[in-house]
């Protein structure tokens, strides 16, 4: 709901619901406003958006807001704010300076939490956006639930430790919370779809039953000009929009995921999310520029690196594993200073890939293995594949306090591949943070 002074208020709820996630087949889930996934949050750029949120689940939580160029203070880990305890409530309120494609999702015991339903969209609207016919949003995640719908826990240290290797990809394939539902859509329209990767581990390559596409945006909003494409990886954490149509009436296509081999021990399979039946003509005022925005490159591709960030995988003999940034799990990571460009190499030395997200900034991809991006865009997650080393380049604007970057597979931030770091600011006095992290 908005109102006139541009605030944007929502209230949500959390707690476990039955949720049908199709005819017949319901689970127990956990999420928001008792639906799966929680409502999407809406907003104009520049609007300041005020969620207060009630814990009604039996254990704690908090809410991060995925992708949001917020104060640290809002982004909802461990390090910036106390657990919401059940039965209490928290406010979060802050300003979204970005128009795009925005997630929020549970930051507490987040294999259990978020593996069960605790998350939903946030999407903020430009006036100066390309025009489409429709808008949609599509949440992409997997459930591994047992053949009586419900959550499979391992009790054995194989099972136990292949989850931790491979994390917990779902033998149920949800869109928007179901499982295969049927997207309805006009020939001869062009609609802007937004794509969110919700799921623990599951790499969704975007696949359309061969038909073109656009892609016109990613994490940080617009690219720079739309790209034609057949199909697109999206990895845990990241948003792609693409501009969909103009169809023929009568055409019928699944939205798919071919198999994507990321070095896992479970060998991956194509996965079906839905199917699209085009329906009626309809006349289309839709308009996709040749030009979406211009983004100014922050660095070039041979920038000195000011940081380096090694992902990587070494045996434990506790749990098999551990999942390490810079040789350490769960580490603390050197300052960096509002104003100082950072450009940083992240490597990844282990055999399987890894999804990098940066909480609260966005950055530059400068290079990937030595060669430049095909495109400008602004990434807060991006892929890397064994044996890769990426080049980005990001500035921290005047929002000093805790931050963190980590695997956005969920299984392997919990197994240690996380780091935090203070952003701070030079003019004022500064005390190395030794917080402890939330990541249980």
Known sequence: MKNQSTVVTYNLEASQFPWEIAAGKTISAWGFNGQL????????????VVVRVKNSLTEPTMVHWHGVRLPAVMDGTGDSQKPILPGEEYEYSFVVPDAGTFWYHSHA????????????????????????????????????????????EHGWFLPKFIERHDGREGNVALLNGKEMPIVTLNAGQTERWRFINASSARYFVLHLGGHTFQLIGTDGGLIETPQ???KVLITPGE??????????????FSIESPPYDR?????????????VNVVAVKASTAYVPISLREIEALAPQDAEVTRKV????????????????????????APVFVGDLQVWEVSNTSLMDHPFHLHGFFFQVLEENGKAPGYKAWKDTINLKPRTTVKIAWMPDNRPGRWM????????????????????????????????????
């Not at 939490?113 to 808008?135: C, H, K, W």
């Not at 070095?263 to 199917?275: D, H, I, Q, V």
């Not at 956005?408 to 203070?422: Q, R, T, V």
Request: charge should be negative; include cysteine.
């Open 310 to 333: 090694k992902l990587s995988v070494a045996p434990n003999l506790k749990n098999g594993l551990d999942f390490r940034v810079n040789d350490r799990t769960h580490m603390n990571d």
């Open 405 to 440: 970057y980590h695997c956005h597979i969920i299984e392997h931030h919990e197994a240690g591949m996380m780091a935090s770091f203070d952003v701070v600011d030079r003019s004022k006095p500064y005390m190395l943070s030794t917080a402890h992290h939330c990541h249980s």
């Open 239 to 252: 948003r792609i929009d693409i501009a969909v149509g103009a169809f023929e009436d009568g055409d019928t």
């Open 263 to 275: 070095t896992t021990f479970l060998k991956a399979s194509k996965k079906t999310y839905g199917t």
């Open 109 to 152: 015991n987040e294999t259990v939490q978020m593996e069960r339903g605790m998350y939903g969209a946030l999407i903020v609207e430009d006036p100066s956006d390309p025009t489409f016919d429709n808008d949609r949003v599509f949440m992409v995640d997997d459930m591994k639930l047992t053949k009586n719908n419900e959550f499979l």
């Open 228 to 230: 034609v494409l057949t």
């Open 37 to 48: 996934p929680g409502p999407t949050i809406k907003a104009k750029k520049g609007d300041t």
